[in-house]
């Protein structure tokens, strides 16, 4: 069974960094396209930031284009989240989210959604 756990959430003023962690279990994690989800108060999930399985392609929304960094430690089974810059609107449930077809285009995860959620972590950032 597929496990994601994610650490590193919390409060943060405006301008502020934080870097988000994911472990995986349950399954080899360096074949699959790994991502970064949010979920702001009272909105839709949406798709924060991918990476490729073999890690030579990164995906990312516009809003966090350039002040956001996702990488990932195939030996240690982890996804990373470095977000800076950060702004009051990026307040949200963070997950950790996984494809499940082994070597699969960055873009099922944005675009299909993933197979595998985290529980998530709350990101807050105060003005």
């Known amino acids: 069974q597929v496990q994601l756990v994610e650490s590193g959430g919390g409060l943060v003023q405006a301008g502020g960094s934080l870097r988000l962690s994911c472990t995986a279990s349950?399954?080899?994690?360096?074949?699959?396209?790994m991502g970064w989800f949010r979920q702001p108060p009272g909105k839709e999930r949406e798709f924060v930031a991918a990476?490729?399985?073999?890690?030579?392609?990164?995906y990312y929304a516009e809003s966090v284009k350039g002040r956001f960094s996702i990488s990932r430690d195939n030996a240690k089974s982890t996804l990373y989240l470095e977000m800076n810059s950060l702004k009051p609107e990026d307040t949200a449930v963070y997950y950790c989210?996984?494809?499940?077809?082994?070597?699969?285009?960055?873009?099922?995860?944005?675009?299909?959604?993933?197979?595998?959620w985290g529980q998530g972590t709350q990101v807050t950032v105060s003005s």
């Open positions: 989210a996984s494809d499940d077809t082994p070597f699969g285009s960055i873009l099922r995860l944005p675009s299909g959604g993933p197979a595998y």
């Open positions: 349950g399954r080899t994690f360096s074949p699959y396209t």
């Open positions: 990476i490729r399985w073999s890690q030579d392609s990164t």
